[in-house]
């Protein structure tokens, strides 16, 4: 089917301008001023902004862990990110140790193949890497287009590997051309000191952040860097929060290296105050934690100054029943908080209306970068005749307010309650097919597909 969209403002990451859109079939064909070509379907997109359609390149959706299931499925989890804009959605993988990359491949797509409503694809985290896991880095990246892999710093006992074993998956990693993401905290640190305030009683959600200071945020991303530097390796830091990470970043460039870094939605808006809520504190327990007014102006600042490219959501969530699994200690928690379908709309709202970021600096960070730095670019993340037609229709001047009352997350509480929001997702298109008009979904799971991605350029 052939769509039009007519006299909207195109923004891109690096172009503003207004023109018509033509898409036949599952990519854009034409971009011009006064198309004068026939469509099945035209769009008046006249006052509004059209930007590529969102990637969110972390989330975890009905992933097991800490003992239950994060509580969006593929079909759920994708309907709630294209609400809210975001057409793609990267999720991770998680090895089990002792078995091997294939299994967890297996497994992780008889969970999400044919429930996709949005595109979507897989980091690998890599839990146990040896002799076996070595041999099939290759397979992944030339195979499987799965081209990124995760590994935990933190987590100890369950998902976290040594710098033994980061080293050599490095080099296997870039040799077939590659990334390594990383949740870099210091695990061994933070094992002690979650024990250390069990030991004395001290189990309210206070005490997960009170657990997880920034040096141990600030160490682990120096270590990775480091290791990255040595190796040569392209490195991404996933949900990165706080000034001493950024600092340790900033501090590889002095030294000509390049680390990529994501920071999420949430620790641009949300501070560690909230742990002071007694057990409501728990909606946002996530590692790592929130964090202190000083890192949310250094993280704004980082997108501006080029050191932060990606704002992703880490979208985890569990219900509150769920999260009453650690209502006697924090430790027992499940970590995460739902914000798939909010992103977007909160960048815009508190980066774009509120003079923080540029527009073109808002598409680059949730939808160019992702799709560059994960080896998308340009079928995915940008406005251009070739690319899929993913596109959003967004109203800069709609006002409304977040509420689980409204919201399609799988979650019965929402991180964002009451919050106002500037400008709204109106129209969202992906590959072709409108998918989100009038604030209704009106393509069925089992559309989104599987994106096979490429080797990486570690260079953006
Ligand atoms: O709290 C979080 N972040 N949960 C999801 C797992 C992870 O560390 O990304
Ligand atoms: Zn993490
Ligand atoms: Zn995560």
Same mark, same amino acid.
């Given at each position: 089917?052939?769509?039009?969209?007519?006299?909207?403002?195109?923004? &891109?990451?690096? *172009?503003? %301008?207004?023109?018509?859109?033509? !898409?036949?079939?599952?990519?854009? +064909?034409?971009? =011009?001023?006064? #198309?004068?070509?026939?469509?099945?379907?035209?769009?008046?997109?006249?006052?509004?902004?059209?930007?590529?359609?969102?990637?969110?390149?972390?989330?975890?959706?009905?992933?097991?862990?800490?003992?239950?299931?994060?509580?969006?499925?593929?079909?759920?989890? &994708?309907?709630? *990110?294209? %609400?809210?804009?975001?057409?793609? !959605?990267?999720?991770?993988?998680? +090895?089990?140790? =002792?078995?091997? #990359?294939?299994?967890?491949?297996?497994?992780?797509?008889?969970?999400?193949?044919?429930?996709?409503?949005?595109?979507?694809?897989?980091?690998?985290?890599?839990?146990?890497?040896?002799?076996?896991?070595?041999?099939?880095?290759?397979?992944?990246?030339?195979?499987?287009?799965?081209?990124? %892999?995760?590994?935990?710093?933190?987590?100890?006992?369950?998902?976290?590997?040594?710098?033994?074993?980061?080293?050599?998956?490095?080099?296997?990693?870039?040799?077939?051309?590659?990334?390594?993401?990383?949740?870099?905290?210091?695990?061994?640190?933070?094992?002690?000191?979650?024990?250390?305030?069990?030991?004395?009683?001290?189990?309210?959600?206070?005490?997960?952040y009170l657990s997880q200071p920034e040096i141990t945020e600030a160490e682990a991303s120096e270590r990775f860097a480091d290791?990255?530097?040595?190796?040569?390796?392209?490195?991404?830091?996933?949900?990165?929060?706080?000034?001493?990470?950024?600092?340790?970043?900033?501090?590889?460039?002095?030294?000509?290296?390049?680390?990529?870094?994501?920071?999420?939605?949430?620790?641009?808006?949300?501070?560690?105050?909230?742990?002071?809520?007694?057990?409501?504190?728990?909606?946002?327990?996530?590692?790592?934690?929130?964090?202190?007014?000083?890192?949310?102006?250094?993280?704004?600042?980082?997108?501006?100054?080029?050191?932060?490219?990606?704002?992703?959501?880490?979208?985890?969530?569990?219900?509150?029943?769920?999260?009453?699994?650690?209502?006697?200690?924090?430790?027992?928690?499940?970590?995460?908080?739902?914000?798939?379908?909010?992103?977007?709309?909160?960048?815009?709202?508190?980066?774009?209306?509120?003079?923080?970021?540029?527009?073109?600096?808002?598409?680059?960070?949730?939808?160019?970068?992702?799709?560059?730095?994960?080896?998308?670019?340009?079928?995915?993340?940008?406005?251009?005749?070739?690319?899929?037609?993913?596109?959003?229709?967004?109203?800069?001047?709609?006002?409304?307010?977040?509420?689980?009352?409204?919201?399609?997350?799988?979650?019965?509480?929402?991180?964002?309650?009451?919050?106002?929001?500037?400008?709204?997702?109106?129209?969202?298109?992906?590959?072709?097919?409108?998918?989100?008009?009038?604030?209704?979904?009106?393509?069925?799971?089992?559309?989104?597909?599987?994106?096979?991605?490429?080797?990486?350029?570690?260079?953006?």
């Amino acid at each position: 089917m052939s769509l039009l969209i007519k006299n909207g403002r195109i923004i &891109t990451a690096d *172009a503003d %301008f207004t023109a018509d859109l033509f !898409v036949d079939g599952e990519t854009i +064909q034409a971009v =011009g001023r006064n #198309l004068n070509i026939k469509a099945a379907r035209e769009i008046d997109a006249s006052g509004k902004l059209v930007f590529p359609g969102g990637i969110d390149p972390h989330v975890h959706l009905d992933m097991p862990f800490m003992g239950t299931f994060s509580s969006d499925n593929y079909e759920t989890g &994708t309907r709630a *990110a294209l %609400f809210g804009g975001t057409t793609m !959605v990267i999720d991770f993988i998680l +090895q089990k140790q =002792g078995n091997s #990359l294939q299994s967890a491949l297996d497994e992780w797509r008889s969970r999400s193949d044919n429930n996709c409503v949005g595109d979507y694809s897989f980091h690998m985290a890599v839990t146990d890497f040896n002799d076996n896991t070595r041999t099939e880095i290759k397979k992944m990246i030339e195979q499987e287009g799965i081209t990124s %892999f995760k590994t935990f710093m933190a987590y100890k006992g369950a998902l976290m590997i040594d710098d033994r074993q980061m080293i050599g998956l490095m080099e296997e990693v870039k040799q077939h051309g590659g990334l390594i993401n990383v949740h870099a905290t210091n695990g061994d640190m933070i094992d002690y000191l979650v024990a250390k305030h069990r030991a004395e009683k001290k189990l309210s959600p206070l005490y997960h952040y009170l657990s997880q200071p920034e040096i141990t945020e600030a160490e682990a991303s120096e270590r990775f860097a480091d290791m990255t530097y040595y190796t040569g390796c392209p490195g991404y830091i996933v949900h990165l929060t706080c000034e001493g990470a950024l600092n340790a970043v900033r501090n590889a460039t002095r030294r000509n290296q390049k680390v990529f870094v994501e920071t999420c939605i949430q620790y641009l808006l949300l501070d560690a105050s909230l742990y002071e809520k007694d057990f409501e504190g728990a909606k946002w327990v996530m590692s790592p934690p929130l964090r202190e007014p000083k890192d949310q102006a250094t993280l704004w600042a980082g997108i501006n100054q080029g050191l932060v490219q990606v704002v992703a959501t880490d979208h985890c969530p569990f219900k509150w029943e769920q999260k009453l699994m650690g209502k006697d200690d924090f430790s027992k928690i499940p970590n995460g908080h739902p914000a798939i379908e909010n992103r977007m709309e909160l960048l815009y709202s508190e980066g774009v209306h509120k003079g923080k970021i540029s527009l073109n600096k808002y598409v680059e960070v949730a939808c160019t970068n992702p799709a560059k730095i994960f080896g998308m670019f340009p079928r995915k993340g940008t406005i251009a005749p070739g690319s899929d037609a993913d596109l959003v229709i967004f109203d800069p001047n709609e006002q409304h307010t977040l509420s689980a009352a409204t919201h399609h997350m799988n979650v019965d509480y929402s991180a964002y309650e009451g919050w106002p929001v500037t400008g709204k997702v109106k129209t969202v298109v992906l590959r072709g097919q409108v998918a989100i008009d009038n604030g209704k979904c009106l393509i069925e799971k089992g559309y989104g597909k599987f994106i096979k991605r490429n080797k990486v350029a570690g260079k953006i």
